[in-house]
């Protein structure tokens, strides 16, 4: 059933306080701000494609901030396999890709950047205060692939086939939090790996997989390899794509977007356990490693499917300590699942960060043979009973009044998708923060 927002109030505040108050309605923003427009792409004999900013990978309000504020941040640019080719460019895929297995980069100068969003009271949203991600030079950096060799990666061109240089300093923001002293986490998702910024968006430090530091080599800030080895072995294009943060910002939470592919694609197409990791950043270190068991992807109502790495991971959000509300998706649905650590196995450093584990864990969907428990999962929110909610929500906040924030990634309007916020009052309720 359609459910609509009871709009008719005077005022942004009135407006978050009458969603709080009626949980389930939802009110949909938009904006036409130019700076959301990219750049026009066209090759010879195809059609123009005009691209706009892609806001939506990850979002975070911090306390204190406006009521109506939240920060996005946008992943490594305009992009796409050659199989999509067609649709985007109106080209033959051969013409661009030449018979390789490549990644096309329309605008292969984009910087992931960070941006402020404000809500307005006519159902539109600003986007303010743009922060580009640079190394410690102040070079911008792009989100072309990395030069990895522990890890599989991605061969980049441009619109026309031409090869791009791989970069060592290059990133795929996704999740991002900003903590009380200004600074930002963000989840990196082709390293695998996590980043601390600084308020300028200059990289203070890149958190690895553990022995693939050498990779990094070169890049213009600091490497460490403080992540488990194991992650290596991620899908290519399924790393990290959150960030959440505690409320005494002692803790960070982030997961891996699937389940690994450990030992080989085999096991990943068909593994239901991904991994949620607890950063202690007072002994900055791991402290906790979790399972988090995907749903069946045929309880995706608005795009069913037969293949269980159609559901991901792009978000999680905090609502206390140890308790998050992760954001589980497919190309069209998109669940809230509230989750809390307490009574779920801690796996750090045992047997199933050891690579020579076999079966893997990713090869054992049921954990009660191997004595394993994973996080409990309630479901709070199903965006099939929401018709107004864009496709690939990504991005969460909770605003000032307590109500729910959600933003999409919309892929640089490669497809020609709106960004676009949907906002609900009383899906969750927080901790005190």
Same mark, same amino acid.
């Given at each position: 059933?359609?459910? @609509?927002?009871?709009?008719?109030?005077?005022?942004?505040?009135?407006?978050?306080?009458?969603?709080?108050?009626?949980?389930?309605?939802?009110?949909?923003?938009? @904006?036409?701000?130019?700076?959301?427009?990219?750049?026009?792409?066209? =090759?010879?004999?195809?059609?123009?494609?005009?691209? @706009?900013?892609?806001?939506? /990978?990850?979002?975070?309000?911090?306390?204190?901030? #406006? *009521?109506?504020?939240? +920060?996005?941040?946008?992943?490594?640019?305009?992009?796409?396999?050659?199989?999509?080719?067609?649709? =985007?460019?109106?080209?033959? %895929?051969?013409?661009?890709?030449?018979?390789?297995?490549?990644?096309?980069?329309?605008?292969?100068?984009?910087?992931?950047?960070?941006?402020?969003?404000?809500?307005?009271?006519?159902?539109?949203?600003? !986007?303010?205060?743009?922060?580009?991600?640079?190394? &410690?030079?102040?070079?911008?950096?792009?989100?072309?692939?990395?030069?990895?060799?522990?890890?599989?990666?991605?061969?980049?061109?441009?619109?026309?086939?031409? #090869?791009?240089? &791989?970069?060592? /300093?290059?990133?795929?923001?996704?999740?991002?939090?900003?903590?009380?002293?200004?600074?930002?986490? !963000?989840?990196?998702?082709?390293?695998?790996?996590?980043?601390?910024?600084?308020?300028?968006?200059?990289?203070?430090?890149?958190?690895?997989?553990?022995?693939? %530091?050498?990779?990094?080599?070169?890049?213009? +800030?600091?490497?460490?390899?403080?992540?488990?080895?194991?992650? =290596? $072995?991620?899908?290519?294009?399924?790393?990290?794509?959150?960030?959440?943060?505690? #409320?005494?910002?002692?803790?960070?939470?982030?997961?891996?977007?699937?389940?690994?592919?450990?030992?080989?694609?085999?096991?990943?197409?068909?593994?239901?356990?991904?991994?949620?990791?607890?950063?202690?950043?007072?002994?900055?270190?791991? $402290?906790?490693?979790?399972?988090?068991?995907?749903?069946?992807?045929?309880?995706?109502?608005?795009?069913? /499917?037969?293949?269980?790495?159609?559901?991901?991971?792009? %978000?999680?959000?905090?609502?206390?300590?140890?308790?998050?509300?992760?954001?589980?998706? @497919?190309?069209?649905?998109?669940?809230?699942?509230?989750?809390?650590?307490?009574?779920? $196995?801690?796996?750090? *450093?045992?047997?199933?960060?050891?690579?020579?584990?076999?079966?893997?864990?990713?090869?054992?969907?049921?954990? /009660?043979?191997?004595?394993?428990?994973?996080?409990?999962?309630?479901?709070?929110?199903?965006?099939?009973?929401?018709?107004?909610?864009?496709?690939?929500?990504?991005?969460?906040? !909770?605003?000032?009044?307590?109500?729910?924030?959600?933003?999409?990634?919309?892929?640089?309007?490669?497809?020609?998708?709106? $960004?676009?916020?949907?906002?609900?009052?009383?899906?969750?309720?927080?901790?005190?923060?």
């Amino acid at each position: 059933m359609k459910r @609509t927002f009871a709009a008719g109030v005077a005022g942004f505040a009135a407006l978050l306080l009458a969603s709080a108050a009626m949980a389930g309605d939802a009110r949909v923003f938009e @904006t036409k701000s130019a700076i959301n427009n990219l750049s026009t792409v066209m =090759v010879d004999g195809g059609k123009a494609r005009d691209l @706009t900013i892609g806001l939506g /990978s990850g979002a975070y309000r911090r306390p204190g901030d #406006p *009521a109506n504020m939240f +920060y996005a941040v946008s992943d490594r640019g305009p992009n796409f396999v050659c199989g999509d080719v067609q649709d =985007v460019l109106g080209v033959a %895929e051969d013409v661009v890709c030449k018979g390789k297995k490549v990644r096309i980069y329309p605008t292969p100068d984009y910087s992931p950047s960070i941006y402020t969003i404000f809500l307005n009271d006519d159902g539109s949203f600003d !986007i303010k205060d743009v922060i580009t991600i640079k190394d &410690q030079n102040g070079v911008p950096l792009t989100g072309l692939t990395n030069k990895l060799t522990v890890a599989k990666t991605e061969k980049p061109v441009d619109a026309n086939g031409n #090869p791009l240089e &791989q970069s060592v /300093s290059s990133i795929d923001a996704e999740g991002i939090i900003r903590l009380s002293d200004g600074t930002y986490w !963000i989840g990196e998702e082709n390293g695998p790996s996590v980043l601390h910024v600084a308020a300028d968006g200059t990289v203070i430090e890149r958190i690895v997989p553990a022995g693939s %530091e050498k990779d990094f080599d070169g890049a213009a +800030y600091k490497v460490s390899g403080g992540l488990p080895a194991i992650l =290596v $072995t991620r899908q290519t294009n399924r790393g990290i794509e959150s960030m959440a943060v505690s #409320p005494d910002e002692t803790k960070l939470y982030f997961m891996v977007q699937n389940p690994l592919a450990n030992p080989n694609a085999d096991a990943y197409k068909a593994a239901k356990n991904t991994r949620l990791f607890v950063y202690d950043r007072v002994a900055q270190k791991l $402290t906790g490693e979790y399972i988090y068991q995907l749903d069946d992807p045929q309880t995706f109502r608005n795009d069913p /499917s037969k293949k269980q790495n159609a559901p991901r991971i792009s %978000e999680v959000l905090a609502l206390g300590n140890d308790r998050l509300l992760v954001l589980e998706r @497919t190309d069209k649905t998109t669940k809230l699942h509230e989750i809390k650590l307490d009574g779920a $196995t801690n796996i750090l *450093a045992t047997r199933w960060d050891d690579m020579s584990t076999s079966p893997s864990l990713e090869q054992q969907n049921d954990l /009660s043979t191997i004595d394993l428990v994973a996080v409990n999962k309630t479901l709070r929110f199903d965006s099939a009973d929401y018709p107004e909610a864009p496709n690939k929500l990504e991005g969460l906040a !909770i605003m000032g009044d307590g109500a729910l924030a959600m933003i999409n990634d919309n892929d640089f309007g490669i497809k020609g998708d709106p $960004t676009k916020v949907i906002l609900i009052g009383g899906l969750v309720q927080a901790d005190k923060f």
